[in-house]
């Protein structure tokens, strides 16, 4: 047997997690839109924050789960987007849901994301952040992937979301049922500090 070191170690626990959440996702997909109206009101609120700039190259939505988002998007922008999701459920939604819309649906993970270094204007992520391992690695490849002069626009939930359903469960059976969030002083902390102090 060989022994795996602690950062392998962790890779295979990270890649394993990845995978249940993936597959929770798909199973969740062809309900998801019916039960998504607070996910749609968030990305509304997002989508309202963003630049009207016209002219893009190209857009990624990272954790664009059925296409709610990229959509509106192109409809606003025209151009070339990438919907990105690791969930191929999901994407398999998006795609009947938005066939004929010039969005390109890619299988992915959002702390290795599979596009070239300043390929995208725009880098939008909407409640998706939040299930990543790492809002370092997510930036990082957020950095990579836009272009000088590009955008990033993001959502997520902080410490103390869903508390009353933590609590509840709790009682019931004393185990973890809901993500832990990051605080909010540390996405804050994450974003002021620069990108190469960022902690690995």
Do not use: K
């Not at 709790?170 to 804050?188: P, Y």
């Amino acid at each position: 047997m060989t022994a795996m070191t602690p950062p392998r170690r962790a890779a295979v626990a990270g890649e394993s997690r990845r995978r249940r959440i993936a597959d929770a996702f798909s199973r969740a997909a062809s309900g998801y839109d019916g039960a998504a109206q607070l996910q749609q009101a968030v990305a509304d609120d997002l989508l309202a924050r963003l630049p009207q700039s016209a002219s893009r190259r190209a857009l990624v939505d990272i954790g664009c789960g059925t296409g709610y988002l990229v959509s509106r998007l192109v409809e606003r922008h025209g151009g070339p987007a990438i919907g990105l999701d690791i969930a191929p459920g999901m994407l398999d939604q998006a795609r009947r849901r938005h066939a004929g819309r010039s969005i390109h649906w890619v299988t992915g993970c959002a702390e290795s994301l599979p596009l070239t270094a300043g390929s995208v204007d725009l880098v939008v992520s909407s409640l998706a952040v939040q299930w990543c391992d790492s809002l370092e690695d997510f930036l990082r490849e957020a950095a990579r992937v836009v272009a000088p002069g590009g955008w990033l626009g993001f959502t997520t939930l902080c410490e103390g979301t869903l508390a009353e359903l933590q609590w509840a469960w709790q009682r019931v059976d004393g185990a973890v049922h809901v993500n832990e969030f990051l605080a909010e002083s540390r996405l804050v902390e994450t974003l002021r500090a620069p990108a190469g102090d960022r902690p690995r």
